[in-house]
């Protein structure tokens, strides 16, 4: 990486890590690493304290905003027209979780209680009356708002706390350009005696 596209990594990845502390469902921050190590040129991890089964819908809707950390940091620190390629995975993987939460779920009352994943595309043989969808062209644009609704509040989410702990981000940021690895302990130790979110 030349030296614009390290500091905007070592930025992105502090928005992951920041919005992962502040939201009261995510997993704590292991560590932050802007050392390209095998396949990843840059990685924030996360380790949930104790195994789980099941997700809920909370846990699900802090993983998005944390998701969106990337390109919120990108528009609040380098500005909208020179957003870059690096959030697309953070994307389409907020993309899936909040297409699952509608489709699979069941966790928007707005679409109830009914598995719409496996049936996209298909089709019910009516004989000579041809075919038809399953899902119906109303309830398939009322999915697709339902998804955007959800990742827009997201990032909207991202963006205001990033807003408001600005300050700190930069400062988080610029140790990691200089250490280029931050453990769990160095990045709680910021925000010792603050009250979180």
């Known amino acids: 990486m030349n030296e614009q596209e390290r500091k905007i990594t070592a930025y992105h990845e502090v928005g992951h890590a920041i919005l992962g502390k502040l939201l009261p469902n995510s997993d704590p921050v292991?560590?932050?690493?802007?050392?390209?190590?095998?396949?990843?040129?840059w990685v924030t991890w996360f380790m949930p304290e104790k195994d789980s089964i099941l997700t809920s819908k909370a846990k699900f809707l802090d993983e998005l905003s944390v998701l969106y950390g990337w390109r919120a940091a990108e528009e609040i620190f380098f500005w909208k027209e020179f957003i870059t390629t690096g959030a697309s995975n953070d994307i389409e993987r907020a993309t899936s979780i909040a297409?699952?939460?509608?489709?699979?779920?069941?966790?928007?009352?707005?679409?109830?209680?009914?598995?719409?994943?496996?049936?996209?595309g298909m089709w019910n043989h009516l004989g000579a009356d041809g075919?038809?969808?399953?899902?119906?062209?109303?309830?398939?644009?009322?999915?697709?708002?339902?998804?955007?609704?959800?990742?827009?509040?997201?990032?909207?989410?991202?963006?205001?706390?990033?807003?408001?702990?600005?300050?700190?981000?930069?400062?988080?940021?610029?140790?990691?350009?200089?250490?280029?690895?931050?453990?769990?302990?160095?990045?709680?130790?910021?925000?010792?005696?603050?009250?979180?979110?």
Do not use: C, W
């Open 99 to 120: 297409r699952s939460m509608v489709m699979r779920y069941g966790m928007f009352d707005e679409i109830g209680q009914e598995n719409f994943a496996g049936e996209r």
């Open 30 to 41: 292991h560590k932050i690493s802007i050392t390209p190590r095998g396949g990843a040129l």
């Open 131 to 197: 075919a038809r969808p399953i899902i119906s062209e109303e309830t398939q644009k009322n999915i697709d708002l339902q998804v955007q609704k959800t990742l827009k509040e997201a990032y909207d989410k991202a963006i205001t706390l990033i807003k408001k702990h600005k300050k700190l981000h930069t400062e988080i940021s610029e140790d990691l350009l200089v250490k280029e690895d931050i453990t769990r302990e160095e990045f709680d130790a910021y925000f010792e005696g603050m009250k979180l979110a």
